[in-house]
C-alpha cells in the first residue's frame, strides 16, 4: 500500500527566508507524486507534480521540488517565502498503474505560518 | 483549462435529511471522479472512486448506503450523504481525473449538521 509521511506539522518562516517541506512516501515503484497547497476552507491547488523525467520539478508560485528515489523523497522547496505562502501543504502519492490507479493517498499536511 | 466545479461550498442541514453535493467538470470530460473527505485539522481522506455508467467503488470503511454517489454523465458526479448525523459534518472534496496523473480538485464543500 501506498504512504506518505510529512514529519513536520507547522512549520514557521520569516518573509524573504527559504523554506522546504519535506516529504517521505513509500510506494512499490515509480509513483506519480504532487504537492497542493490549501488554503483555509478551500479545495486544494496543485502545485507541481512529477511523473518521470528530470528529478528537479519546476512549479507555480516560484516552488520546486526534487524526487530523490534513493531517500524515497519528494521535499518541497522556496527560495525566498513571501507572506501569501501561508496555508497547508499536502504532499501526495498516485499509483501509476495497478488496483490503485488514480487513487491518491495525502500526507498530514504542514500548516506554513510566515512572519512579517 | 482543468476547472472542476463543486456546489455547494457550504451547507447546514437537521439531523436525519439528506444532502446533495454536485461536483462538476466544466470544460472537460471524466470518466473518473473521486470523493474524499476532511475532517478539521487533518487530511484528506479518499471515501469513493466515481465512474461513469457505472456503481462507485468505495474504500474499507466507507458506508455505500450513507454516502450514495452517483455519476450519471461525463461532466457529473453527485455525492448523497443520506440521513446526515452530526459525526458527518466535515469538509467533503471531489476530484476529476483528466489524463494520466491529471487530479483537479473541487473548492469543496463544507457540511454542517445539526
Known amino acids: 500500500a501506498q504512504s506518505v509521511t510529512q514529519p513536520d506539522i507547522h512549520i514557521t518562516v520569516s518573509e524573504g527566508a527559504s523554506l522546504e517541506l519535506r516529504c517521505n512516501y513509500s510506494y512499490g515503484a515509480t509513483p506519480y507524486l504532487f504537492w497542493y497547497v490549501q488554503s483555509p476552507g478551500q479545495g486544494l491547488q496543485l502545485l507541481l507534480k512529477?511523473?518521470?523525467?528530470?528529478?528537479l520539478v519546476q512549479g507555480i508560485k516560484g516552488f520546486e521540488a526534487e524526487f530523490k528515489r534513493s531517500q524515497s523523497s519528494f521535499n518541497l522547496r522556496k527560495p525566498s517565502v513571501h507572506w501569501s505562502d501561508a496555508a497547508e501543504y499536502f504532499c501526495a502519492v498516485g499509483a501509476a498503474g495497478g488496483t490503485s490507479y488514480g487513487k491518491l493517498t495525502f500526507g498530514q499536511g504542514t500548516i506554513l505560518t510566515v512572519h512579517p | 483549462g482543468a476547472v472542476v466545479s463543486q456546489h455547494p461550498s457550504r451547507v447546514i442541514c437537521k439531523s436525519g435529511t439528506s444532502v446533495k453535493i454536485e461536483c462538476r467538470s466544466l470544460?472537460?470530460?471524466?470518466?473518473?471522479m473521486f470523493w474524499y473527505r476532511q475532517f478539521p485539522k487533518q487530511s484528506l481522506m479518499l471515501m469513493a472512486t466515481s465512474n461513469e455508467g457505472s456503481k462507485a467503488t468505495y474504500e474499507q470503511g466507507v458506508e455505500k448506503d450513507k454516502f450514495l454517489i452517483n455519476h450519471a454523465s461525463l461532466t457529473l458526479s453527485t455525492l448523497t450523504v443520506t440521513s446526515a448525523h452530526p459525526e458527518d459534518s466535515s469538509f467533503y472534496i471531489c476530484s476529476a481525473r483528466r489524463g494520466p496523473g491529471g487530479y483537479t480538485f473541487g473548492s469543496g464543500t463544507r457540511l454542517t449538521v445539526v
Open positions: 512529477y511523473f518521470s523525467g528530470d528529478t
Open positions: 470544460d472537460f470530460q471524466a470518466t473518473t
